[in-house]
């Protein structure tokens, strides 16, 4: 297994005017992405940031809560995915940068668990692409959610995550 780990449209525009459980879900998401992102690269895994461009929510590059989270420890060379739709997959690079990097499993996290999170995690089987989501590393609108998420797909704790690959 060589894993990369998606961090999926932990944008700012998404938690300005949050509610406080979103917020707390996002907070606690961060923190399990950041402690899988130091374990990522001290293995040399790649870590990919996703950000989702849409006019219509004002999600364009450039726009004010565009970029990721300042408090997620990405790399401005990291690499990063520009998507339209639900899936990073869907019409992206994703899978051909996957696979030139040799990875053929992915982590995936970020926000939102039952949106672009499980659309993300779905779309890699036809891409033939194994996927797994950081159980303590999505957020969502709805925290309540988050569990049928997690029961319904592979998923894995940063704990389990980090065991697994030391």
């Known amino acids: 297994m060589k894993p990369a780990l998606l961090v999926i449209d932990m944008q700012e525009r998404f938690v300005m005017e949050a509610s406080a459980a979103m917020k707390q879900s996002w907070e606690d998401a961060i923190a399990s992405i950041n402690q899988i992102i ?16 849409d006019a219509d929510d004002c999600l364009v590059p450039g726009s004010a809560g565009f970029d990721l989270d300042r408090r997620i420890d990405l790399l401005p060379e990291d690499t ?32 939102c668990a ?28 709805h925290p309540a959610r988050i ?7 592979e998923s894995i704790s940063s704990g389990a995550l980090e065991a697994l690959l030391l």
């Open 147 to 153: 569990p049928f998420v997690l029961e319904i797909n």
């Open 80 to 111: 990063r995915v520009r998507k339209k739709f639900g899936s990073a997959f869907a019409k992206t690079e994703l899978a051909s940068i996957l696979r030139e990097r040799g990875a053929d499993t992915v982590v995936v996290s970020g926000f």
């Open 38 to 53: 130091r374990l990522f690269r001290q293995k040399g895994f790649p870590v990919i940031g996703v950000e989702h461009t």
């Open 114 to 141: 039952e949106w672009c999170v499980l659309a993300t995690t779905r779309g890699a089987e036809p891409e033939g692409i194994k996927a797994m989501i950081l159980s303590d590393g999505v957020a969502s609108g």
